[in-house]
């Protein structure tokens, strides 16, 4: 019998819906116009993405005005912390994130950091959420922007963003909160008015859209400058010939995703009980990240004792799993994951994780092949281990 295939690494990226890539075809055939041109093809293409913008802020509650298109998760990211603590420096020089940040924040951090700015970095519980305490004792007259992720990639934790915002607010009106919320985006709420957001990352490619586009909220009055600069596209804010295919397939995506939110999120949310359960059965086995409600639906890290999680996503593989240790993003690199030492666990126990982030399309079947398969791929790996 042919082998099973099951993608459980839906953190890193997932299959476009067939719907999105139908809805994106005619702007590569047929109305493939540059927004920016003043002749009919143009119009149209601008058109549609004033429409794409409106679908989106509407799964935001935010105006149509506060969104603009970007090339993903990562230039969000770093359009929203340099353009604001640039744009504010005379202000201050103060930024503070967390310990549990994707890349393109801390690695944006850590580059401001050598341009002179000052960065605190937030402690998180076992669990993964920040410590309110700490934010309230750190932020002080210097502080610009305070940004934390929203759903975390790696361990899945929610954090409470209304709090954390409110924190930042009830210190200064003029010191920004920015989230990144590309985990979370369609898996949980986000209302930019309720949770006082100045900013907000999300992405397409996460929610079964086109890769290679993403949006930055940037609430009305928030002072933030360009980061790329050229002919002056969005307002300034962003030049670069708009992505309107992309835009168009993000649109789609967040509509149909938005709409479907809650059968989605019950569906995942069962599935991942049934495998965080079955995998617990294997002995000394641990969860990592929260146990209760405000744990990303699809998302399940474990850590198996005395297995390399590297070695175990390579068994996993041949079965037809695909998961992965930590972020694709870190996996080039051999240190440990800074999200998994922040909560905690030694570079050992770090390494012996694996993540398994799984979509609306798993399904039951796929679970158990997984469960079915697991525990003989981890007795094989500690046979063999020498520790
Ligand atoms: C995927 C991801 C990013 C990067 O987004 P790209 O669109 O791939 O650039 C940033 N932050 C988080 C939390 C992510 O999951």
Not at 10 to 22: I, M, P, Q, Y
Not at 175 to 185: E, G, K, L, M, V
Not at 370 to 382: A, G, H, Q, Y
Request: proline residues 2%; neutral net charge.
């Amino acid at each position: 019998m042919k082998n099973m295939e099951v993608y459980l690494d839906n953190g890193s990226t997932t299959k476009t819906d067939a719907e999105v890539l139908e809805k994106m075809k005619p702007y590569f055939l047929e109305k493939y116009g540059n927004p920016a041109s003043l002749h009919k093809k143009g119009k149209e293409a601008k058109t549609v993405i004033n429409k794409s913008k409106r679908t989106i802020a509407d799964t935001l509650n935010a105006g149509k005005k506060e969104i603009i298109f970007t090339s993903g998760g990562t230039e969000s990211d770093n359009l929203a912390l340099k353009g604001t603590v640039y744009a504010n420096r005379d202000k201050g020089k103060h930024i503070i994130t967390t310990k549990i940040e994707h890349d393109a924040v801390l690695k944006s951090t850590k580059w401001l950091e050598k341009q002179g700015f000052k960065v605190t970095y937030l402690d998180v519980d076992e669990e993964g959420f920040i410590d309110q305490e700490q934010l309230k004792e750190e932020i002080n007259e210097e502080t610009i922007l305070v940004s934390t992720i929203h759903g975390n990639n790696e361990i899945g934790t929610i954090q409470d963003l209304k709090t954390l915002a409110e924190i930042t607010h009830d210190y200064g009106e003029n010191t920004y909160f920015h989230t990144d919320a590309c985990q979370s985006y369609t898996k949980t709420e986000i209302d930019v008015e309720k949770q006082d957001l100045d900013l907000l990352t999300i992405n397409s490619h996460k929610i079964h859209g086109p890769k290679g586009i993403g949006a930055l909220y940037i609430k009305k009055g928030v002072k933030i400058q360009p980061w790329q600069h050229g002919g002056g596209h969005e307002r300034g804010m962003r030049s670069g010939t708009l992505n309107v295919h992309g835009a168009v397939g993000f649109a789609e995506a967040a509509k149909r995703n938005y709409e479907d939110r809650e059968e989605n999120i019950d569906k995942m949310t069962e599935l991942r009980d049934k495998l965080i359960k079955e995998i617990l059965k294997i002995k000394n086995t641990k969860l990592n990240g929260p146990k209760g409600e405000k744990r990303l639906s699809n998302n399940i890290n474990i850590c198996f004792d005395n297995i390399e999680g590297e070695a175990l996503a390579g068994y996993l593989n041949r079965k037809g799993i695909y998961a992965s240790t930590g972020s694709a993003c870190s996996s080039l690199e051999l240190e440990p994951s800074h999200v998994l030492t922040a909560i905690g666990l030694t570079a050992q126990e770090a390494n012996s994780s694996l993540r398994m982030t799984t979509s609306k399309y798993t399904t039951q079947k796929e679970i158990e092949y997984v469960i079915k398969e697991l525990p003989d791929i981890v007795k094989r790996l500690r046979d063999m281990s020498p520790l």
